[in-house]
């Protein structure tokens, strides 16, 4: 079974911390990185056991001597860039012939989504978002609890997830706080909770009310970024909320609450890959009475080489993409009307340069 070459675009924190982890997926293999500058990107392959570095612009302009026009069908490029950066630098990748898996999020407008997947038809490319935690067994027990009622607590009645994180001391003066590459909490943070109760729901989301703040511009920018957003809704008989902020150190958990108790975890977007843990505490109502039991998911495996490994295998046909063009294009359409009411416009993504 032929191989699926990677190649990483972008040397930051989260190319640095998943890129060894591409070689763990079965049929696939790391082969080249590219950044804005050959040197970076020369000290990253050397970092790394890389064999081939090269910069963005040979990438997309494939003036790249180990992913030559012959070989791009078995060439998948790691989008690693800046918020503001993924859409154009998507579309061009799949202009130039390669399949591209795009960190979270893709786009925050519903017509880039549209458009972009346009692309990749045209282009016979597979292009994905990407959402590792949907890689990993946990969020399969959970959307069961939701969809099918296969819950120890009754039928659920709410949904309640939440990614807050102090991004102030750390990131005030890059990406995350920088309205100029689309930071934010919706896109930065989120997109998880968006994504989770539409993923358990099954659904499209029906907004009901969102609050937010808006941080104050970065010097040399002119608008500021979202910093914290709340958002309650409702979807038939379930009601949910989310909450996201990069202002502070919060809560990272989501909860399942229903007739007779609730089901949680704290480590939603990072479960455990040998045994991920479920708590469900019973309430009084309950037909066993008030009390406490762990479910535990044992094996799901590394949520970034599950990811690949499901990639590499729907390039060759073996499966559909997860996830699916279509519930990509619906994630930018809620993150599209989130931002509106909240009064933070990044703009189209597409109109602009790719780097």
Avoid at 64 to 76: G, I, K, L, Q, V
Wanted: proline share 5%; with cysteine.
């Amino acid at each position: 079974m032929s191989e699926l070459c990677w190649i990483v675009m972008g040397t930051g924190l989260i190319a640095d911390k998943v890129t060894p982890l591409i070689g763990s997926a079965e049929n696939c293999r790391v082969v080249g990185v590219a950044s804005r500058n050959l040197d970076r990107a020369r000290w990253f392959a050397e970092r790394h056991g890389i064999e081939h570095a090269c910069t963005y612009q040979e990438l997309l302009t494939g003036q790249t001597t180990f992913a030559n026009e012959s070989r791009r069908h078995d060439h998948a490029i790691y989008c690693t860039l800046p918020n503001r950066h993924h859409p154009a630098s998507s579309l061009r990748l799949l202009e130039a012939g390669y399949h591209v898996l795009c960190e979270k999020p893709l786009c925050w407008r519903r017509d880039d989504a549209e458009r972009l997947f346009g692309a990749a038809r045209k282009a016979e490319r597979l292009l994905v978002e990407g959402f590792m935690y949907l890689h990993h067994r946990q969020i399969d027990v959970l959307a069961a609890m939701v969809r099918d009622g296969a819950t120890p607590i009754g039928q659920i009645r709410r949904i309640e997830a939440f990614f807050e994180s102090d991004m102030k001391a750390v990131h005030r003066e890059a990406t995350r706080y920088s309205h100029n590459l689309a930071g934010g909490a919706v896109l930065d943070l989120g997109c998880y909770p968006v994504s989770f109760i539409r993923t358990v729901l099954g659904k499209s989301i029906e907004q009901v009310s969102v609050t937010g703040t808006v941080a104050e511009p970065l010097a040399g920018e002119t608008l500021g970024v979202d910093e914290r957003v709340e958002v309650e809704g409702r979807s038939g008989q379930v009601s949910f909320r989310l909450v996201c902020g990069i202002d502070h150190v919060g809560q990272r958990c989501v909860r399942l609450i229903g007739e007779f108790g609730e089901v949680s975890t704290d480590w939603p977007w990072a479960p455990d890959p040998d045994r991920a843990e479920l708590q469900v505490t019973r309430s009084e109502s309950h037909p066993r009475g008030a009390g406490h039991e762990t479910i535990v998911i044992e094996r799901g495996g590394d949520k970034f080489v599950n990811q690949f490994a499901r990639f590499a295998a729907a390039v060759r046909g073996e499966c559909s993409p997860l996830p699916s063009p279509v519930w990509s294009i619906d994630q930018a359409s809620a993150i599209e009307r989130i931002l509106a009411d909240v009064g933070v416009d990044y703009g189209p993504g597409l109109d602009r340069s790719p780097l």
